[in-house]
């Protein structure tokens, strides 16, 4: 396949080796929409607007650093790319990287945190008052023509719940927790921090895994997803949380058991849910959650990360951590 297009540029800044053109593709440019700036490094820019499992490895033959969002790079392929010392990750998350295969290579991964501490924590709040205030069953109404036909001059019979003194869990409490946090006292909401699953002791601040289960009316994800937290949601924490109780998962689709949320959706035993990430993704062979159709469940297609003012904050730091590595100063490394 040909690349969308091939960049050459000679610039040498001052610490760097520049014996060598450096090779960099990016696999999936496709996932990101703002520009990125040139690094100021000697080397030659492939972009591809996508890119499958099996034209991974092809693709980033010589290549010296790759750039990918979601493309797995898994040790099997790994294995095939000596020329390989950099892959900077265009997200918060790397659970599309293989780290330890990377660091028996000698690999350097690094990602960008924080960068959408106001683009992911709004879009949580737009979940959380849209689904008390049955935004999506409303407007139903109104497509419906209820509004229009209606005797009253409202349609009111929908319940509609405010958030100002409910209790908000935050599951992770990593930089959009926080960011999710900061926007939600302000509303009244009083906050609860989960401890660790399966934690022996509590930190202090924290509350215990069950307890926020119980006590929430609102539960919010902010969780890497690893072998620990998949599934963290099932099932069994299901029949914990309150029947009125809203989830929230706006960090990867793994976290939640996404059978037993349509289950406890579908049965009623949730008062709704807010998903902007599925385990698949794109979700081309189905899920329980597309399978449904329900005013309690909003899913949006994993866009809580794409404002353009955090892209262009991505783009910048990815531009950053590439130059980093090249000057022997890498940064944000995860491996």
Known sequence: MVPNKVLL????????NASAMQKIIFLDRGTVTVVFRKPAIPHEWIDYDHTSPEETVERLRGAAIAVTNKVKLREADLAQLPDLKFIAITATGFDNID?????????TVSNVPGYARESVPEHVLMLILALRRNLPAYREAVQAGRWQTSTQPTVNDIPIEDIYG???GLIGYGDLAKGVERLCRP??????IAEHKGASALRPGRTSFEDVLRRADIISLHSPLNDQTRHIIGASEFSLMKRTAILINAAR????????????LREGRLGGAGVDVLSLEPPKSGNPLLDIQL???????HIAWTSRQAQEILA???????EAFAAGKPRNVVS
């Open 9 to 16: 540029y000679e610039m040498k800044p001052v610490g760097y």
């Open 99 to 107: 780290l330890p295969a990377c660091r028996t290579r000698g690999i």
């Open 166 to 168: 409910t209790t908000l």
């Open 187 to 192: 509303f009244g909401m009083q906050i609860l």
């Open 253 to 264: 689709g793994g976290l939640v058991d996404e059978k037993a949320l349509a289950d406890a």
């Open 295 to 301: 005013p309690n469940l909003i899913v949006t297609p």
């Open 316 to 322: 910048e730091e990815v531009v950053k951590n590439i």
